[in-house]
């Protein structure tokens, strides 16, 4: 078994307001069926036990970049957008936060009915992931939400989080059963949360004679236990600073959708019509879709996509929101219809910044782009938990 990493997320309480939770659940279904349409269903499990692209869909859907209510807020707003198509699209999302979370057997039993698929053994699997995290593994955090993600092949993922009050922190736990050879023996893809110490692990490799006999692991490295490969730990800073993000892989970004005139590449990315800062926010989302591993170590820069709704880095552009969404489900449509065209237009454009990236050096003035784009916000209808973004206030002259 190979775990992918861990990391923290500050805890933070609050609400998503019904204007962006149905932006992210359309949001989430576009990217998701663009990911079946060119990588297939279990591709969409993979990407889900992976916490960095975990966090990196949080961030570009306009959630708060580093909090621990991406979680919850995302998988609520994929649950409620990807269920009503699962037939089509062969992937279900069962459980949720508190009291969702206990109805997952009874949706794993219903789905194995409708699939063919041994519920029993789903149901079997979704409760020993809990047990793991919140038993076997005693590290302080207790759990309150599990989403059981599986496909109509029998694969699955989990994506669960427990909370730790004394730290104010919370820990992430994704599964994932292609890489699972036992529930006891380091089943994990991802740890996502900060060491905060000694732990309880029974489940990792190094505590196999502990689980045969005497649990004497309290004395062993964390690090040694925990067997993490990549480790996320997001920082407390509420705003998103350049040490946040990679600044050559953002300026590019901006680079290509700001300075170079959208004619340059229209004809190449057959998507006339869309204005400069679309184009912002449709690269983005199109390398959440298409790239690879390595491109979701910064997950903050994709929050320069839609923002955040506490307004970090900026309020979310909802009328940009709408053009991105409206955009991805255009591609899908038509790629449903066997013209694909639109859909490889959005492909290319994650790999036009990738070949840019080459040669190109940013400008130190992080701060600026921030500020624009908050400046700027109003006359993308942009809006936070607070508000609706106000045009600046213009500065009369004043002659003594």
């Given at each position: 078994?190979?775990?992918?990493?861990?990391?923290?997320?500050?805890?933070?309480?609050?609400?998503?307001?019904?204007?962006?939770?149905?932006?992210?659940?359309?949001?989430?279904?576009?990217?998701?069926?663009?990911?079946?349409?060119?990588?297939?269903?279990?591709?969409?499990?993979?990407?889900?036990?992976?916490?960095?692209?975990?966090?990196?869909?949080?961030?570009?859907?306009?959630?708060?970049?580093?909090?621990?209510?991406?979680?919850?807020?995302?998988?609520?707003?994929?649950?409620?957008?990807?269920?009503?198509?699962?037939?089509?699209?062969?992937?279900?999302?069962?459980?949720?936060?508190?009291?969702?979370?206990?109805?997952?057997?009874?949706?794993?039993?219903?789905?194995?009915?409708?699939?063919?698929?041994?519920?029993?053994?789903?149901?079997?699997?979704?409760?020993?992931?809990?047990?793991?995290?919140?038993?076997?593994?005693?590290?302080?955090?207790?759990?309150?939400?599990?989403?059981?993600?599986?496909?109509?092949?029998?694969?699955?993922?989990?994506?669960?989080?427990?909370?730790?009050?004394?730290?104010?922190?919370?820990?992430?736990?994704?599964?994932?059963?292609?890489?699972?050879?036992?529930?006891?023996?380091?089943?994990?893809?991802f740890i996502y949360g900060q060491n905060h110490g000694l732990i309880l692990n029974m489940t990792d490799q190094q505590a196999d004679s502990s689980r045969n006999g005497v649990m004497q692991i309290a004395a062993e490295n964390p690090e040694h236990m925990l067997r993490e490969i990549n480790k996320l730990v997001m920082p407390g800073n509420h705003q998103v600073t350049a040490k946040d993000v990679d600044l050559k892989r953002l300026g590019t970004v901006l680079w290509l959708a700001h300075e170079k005139q959208p004619a340059d590449f229209e004809e190449l990315l057959l998507l006339q019509g869309l204005g400069p800062r679309t184009l912002q926010s449709l690269a983005l989302v199109s390398e959440v879709i298409h790239g690879t591993p390595s491109r979701f170590k910064d997950p903050a820069r994709f929050s320069f996509a839609h923002g955040g709704k506490d307004g970090a880095p900026f309020p979310v552009p909802t009328k940009i929101y709408d053009e991105t969404i409206s955009t991805l489900q255009n591609a899908v449509q038509k790629a449903k219809l066997g013209q694909s065209e639109k859909n490889e237009a959005i492909k290319r454009l994650h790999q036009v910044a990738v070949n840019a990236e080459k040669d190109f050096t940013p400008n130190t003035n992080f701060d600026e782009v921030v500020a624009q784009e908050r400046e700027n916000s109003w006359k993308y209808g942009g809006q936070t938990v607070f508000g609706k973004a106000k045009p600046p206030v213009q500065q009369q002259l004043k002659l003594f």
């Open positions: 078994m190979k775990r992918s990493g861990s990391a923290d997320l500050p805890l933070h309480y609050g609400y998503v307001p019904q204007w962006l939770a149905e932006r992210m659940a359309k949001l989430g279904l576009a990217v998701v069926e663009n990911i079946v349409i060119d990588y297939g269903k279990d591709e969409v499990l993979r990407r889900l036990s992976d916490p960095f692209w975990f966090q990196s869909l949080g961030a570009v859907m306009g959630m708060d970049w580093h909090s621990s209510g991406i979680t919850t807020s995302v998988m609520g707003a994929l649950k409620r957008a990807i269920n009503p198509h699962s037939r089509e699209l062969g992937i279900y999302i069962c459980g949720g936060k508190g009291k969702h979370s206990k109805q997952t057997p009874a949706e794993l039993l219903k789905i194995s009915e409708q699939t063919g698929l041994d519920g029993n053994h789903l149901v079997k699997c979704s409760k020993l992931s809990a047990k793991v995290d919140n038993t076997a593994i005693q590290d302080g955090f207790q759990l309150y939400t599990h989403n059981f993600i599986l496909s109509d092949t029998g694969k699955w993922a989990v994506v669960q989080q427990g909370m730790s009050d004394a730290s104010s922190t919370a820990r992430r736990y994704h599964w994932h059963s292609e890489q699972l050879t036992s529930f006891v023996n380091d089943p994990h893809t």
